[in-house]
T-cell receptor
Framework: GAGVSQSPSNKVTEKGKDVELRCDPI?????LYWYRQSLGQGLEFLIYFQGNSAPDKSGLPSDRFSAERTGGSVSTLTIQRTQQEDSAVYLC???????????FGPGTRLTVL | QKEVEQNSGPLSVPEGAIASLNCTYSDRGSQSFFWYRQYSGKSPELIMS??SNGDKEDGRFTAQLNKASQYVSLLIRDSQPSDSATYLC???WGSGAGSYQLTFGKGTKLSVIP
């Protein structure tokens, strides 16, 4: 079956612009996660959605970052007023339930000039 | 601060040898442990999960967990050049709210020499 999909695969933007990154989880997966991977920082958790419950936003680095998940499926991560330190690969993962294995999408490489 | 530690490598092994990758974690209450493989420029791919003490085998891969020592390892038997990648250890701390996300080590780069 289809895996996690993300779009765009690459995004180049100018400092100060807003960007939206999209994630489409594996069909039937109720849990969705966003992570960020940057050089020297490793993979870090950003936000987690489970069904219709309130998201766990504990990993978001600043209030410029937000995410939503519509209809329990597709999720959008929005970064407002992008900064150069936001340059990273943004990875989405999904799992069948919260305590199951997580499967990653191909990621979106964000470059802020 | 919950931490996951891995030797960054590079770890070089000859083709056909056993590669041994190690990971330690800081929280004794951790419940779930995962190994991901990441090729350069690609996203992490799940290769093993382990939840209880002991060994778990899947093909050429064996995961070993020792909760008392807070240690998890991955053995790759009959290593192939295609196994050359960065291996990420990931830990899920618990099963309650706020504990479902994975905490990752920074990865060990494995190089299998033909």
């Amino acid at each position: 079956g289809a895996g996690v999909s993300q779009s765009p695969s690459n995004k180049v933007t100018e400092k100060g612009k807003d960007v939206e990154l999209r994630c489409d989880p594996i069909s039937g997966h109720t849990a969705l996660y966003w992570y960020r991977q940057s050089l020297g920082q490793g993979l870090e958790f950003l936000i987690y959605f489970q069904g219709n419950s309130a998201p766990d936003k504990s990993g978001l680095p600043s209030d410029r970052f937000s995410a939503e998940r519509t209809g329990g499926s597709v999720s959008t991560l929005t970064i407002q007023r992008t900064q150069q330190e936001d340059s990273a690969v943004y990875l989405c993962a999904s799992s069948f339930q919260s305590d199951n294995e997580q499967f990653f999408g191909p990621g979106t490489r964000l470059t802020v000039l | 601060q919950k931490e996951v530690e891995q030797n960054s490598g590079p770890l070089s092994v000859p083709e056909g040898a056993i590669a041994s990758l190690n990971c330690t974690y800081s929280d004794r209450g951790s419940q779930s442990f995962f190994w991901y493989r990441q090729y350069s420029g690609k996203s992490p791919e799940l290769i093993m999960s382990i939840y209880s003490n002991g060994d778990k085998e899947d093909g050429r891969f064996t995961a070993q967990l020792n909760k008392a020592s807070q240690y998890v390892s991955l053995l790759i038997r009959d290593s192939q050049p295609s196994d050359s990648a960065t291996y990420l250890c990931a830990v899920r701390w618990g099963s309650g709210a706020g504990s479902y996300q994975l905490t990752f080590g920074k990865g060990t780069k494995l190089s299998v020499i033909p």
